[in-house]
């Protein structure tokens, strides 16, 4: 199988999602992915469990592949190493750093042919991914292939415009710890409501899943849905009333708003 190479700066939570998902699809061989961590334990830890290459240095790392991805934490790109210009001369640059913009990758990598800039999220580890992205110019043909080869590994994806990115990330990237904290609360609900714990979790886990599933297959707007589980004076609507009388969709709103305008000041700082 023909397979494209690619090379991981930072071996953390969202390379080692990536790098499961291509090697889940198909999309990269064992041998055609190399990373490269912080001194730290991470990257052998990634290369132990999946049998990529751990690249001895920067240069061999980049030498390894014609699309770097970055994948640190956006605090670490204003100590990235400076060799990285030149580097990553003529490359596709791929960075997944929440708020550092392609202007400002591109102080970074001035030399890169391309630098694309995309918000995965941890559910690519599974291959069930929303990835938004965009790109500093135009790409061109083989890059976007190679880009969307990328990131389609991961699950689904949307090329958005730039000055959406934030708040695209806001919903998509951070959304699956929102989520994970609602089905923590529905799960603490139900012991409250006096259920053993692990049935509680069972009960709690397998519900979000079913409803998502549910929500996803029929592509019926949620209201409906909701409309669909509440019959007048009964339980889901006792339930509901209590979410609306502490203006539930209000957090989650000022939730979404919260984690843009992060994303807004990361790509202020260096
Ligand atoms: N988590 C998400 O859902 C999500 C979603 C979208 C985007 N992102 C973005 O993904 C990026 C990584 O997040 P994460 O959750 O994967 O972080 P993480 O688990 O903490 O991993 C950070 C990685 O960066 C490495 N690193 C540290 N300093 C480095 C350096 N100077 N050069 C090369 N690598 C270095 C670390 O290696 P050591 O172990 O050796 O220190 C580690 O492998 C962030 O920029 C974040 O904005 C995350």
């Given at each position: 199988?023909?397979?494209?190479?690619?090379?991981?700066?930072?071996?953390?939570?969202?390379?080692?999602?990536?790098?499961?998902?291509?090697?889940?699809?198909?999309?990269?061989?064992?041998?055609?992915?190399?990373?490269?961590?912080?001194?730290?334990?991470?990257?052998?830890?990634?290369?132990?469990?999946?049998?990529?290459?751990?690249?001895?240095?920067?240069?061999?790392?980049?030498?390894?592949?014609?699309?770097?991805?970055?994948?640190?934490?956006?605090?670490?790109?204003?100590?990235?190493?400076?060799?990285?210009?030149?580097?990553?001369?003529?490359?596709?640059?791929?960075?997944?750093?929440?708020?550092?913009?392609?202007?400002?990758?591109?102080?970074?990598?001035?030399?890169?042919?391309?630098?694309?800039?995309?918000?995965p999220n941890t559910p690519a580890r599974i291959g069930a991914g929303m990835t938004a992205w965009?790109?500093?110019?135009?790409?061109?043909?083989?890059?976007?292939?190679?880009?969307?080869?990328?990131?389609?590994?991961?699950?689904?994806?949307?090329?958005?415009?730039?000055?959406?990115m934030d708040a695209a990330a806001a919903v998509s990237a951070s959304g699956p710890a929102f989520?994970?904290?609602?089905?923590?609360?529905?799960?603490?609900?139900?012991?409250?409501?006096?259920?053993?714990?692990?049935?509680?979790?069972?009960?709690?886990?397998?519900?979000?899943?079913?409803?998502?599933?549910?929500?996803?297959?029929?592509?019926?707007?949620?209201?409906?849905?909701?409309?669909?589980?509440?019959?007048?004076?009964?339980?889901?609507?006792?339930?509901?009333?209590?979410?609306?009388?502490?203006?539930?969709?209000?957090?989650?709103?000022?939730?979404?708003?919260?984690?843009?305008?992060?994303?807004?000041?990361?790509?202020?700082?260096?």
């Amino acid at each position: 199988m023909s397979t494209t190479r690619y090379a991981f700066l930072g071996a953390g939570n969202m390379a080692s999602a990536m790098v499961d998902g291509l090697l889940a699809r198909g999309a990269a061989l064992p041998a055609d992915l190399a990373c490269l961590g912080g001194g730290g334990a991470t990257a052998a830890a990634l290369v132990a469990r999946t049998g990529i290459t751990l690249a001895s240095s920067l240069p061999a790392l980049t030498a390894s592949a014609d699309t770097l991805v970055v994948a640190f934490k956006p605090q670490q790109l204003a100590g990235a190493d400076p060799r990285l210009a030149e580097l990553t001369a003529g490359k596709l640059v791929v960075s997944v750093l929440a708020g550092k913009r392609p202007a400002r990758l591109a102080q970074t990598f001035p030399r890169a042919r391309a630098i694309v800039w995309a918000m995965p999220n941890t559910p690519a580890r599974i291959g069930a991914g929303m990835t938004a992205w965009c790109s500093l110019a135009p790409l061109s043909t083989a890059d976007r292939t190679t880009v969307e080869m990328l990131l389609t590994a991961l699950g689904r994806v949307v090329e958005i415009d730039e000055a959406l990115m934030d708040a695209a990330a806001a919903v998509s990237a951070s959304g699956p710890a929102f989520l994970f904290e609602f089905a923590a609360a529905l799960r603490d609900g139900g012991v409250a409501a006096g259920l053993p714990a692990e049935t509680a979790k069972d009960l709690a886990v397998e519900t979000v899943l079913g409803a998502a599933r549910l929500l996803a297959r029929t592509g019926t707007d949620p209201e409906e849905l909701r409309r669909q589980v509440t019959s007048p004076k009964g339980m889901t609507l006792a339930g509901l009333t209590k979410m609306e009388a502490r203006d539930f969709r209000g957090t989650l709103r000022e939730t979404v708003l919260a984690a843009k305008a992060r994303s807004e000041e990361m790509s202020r700082d260096a």
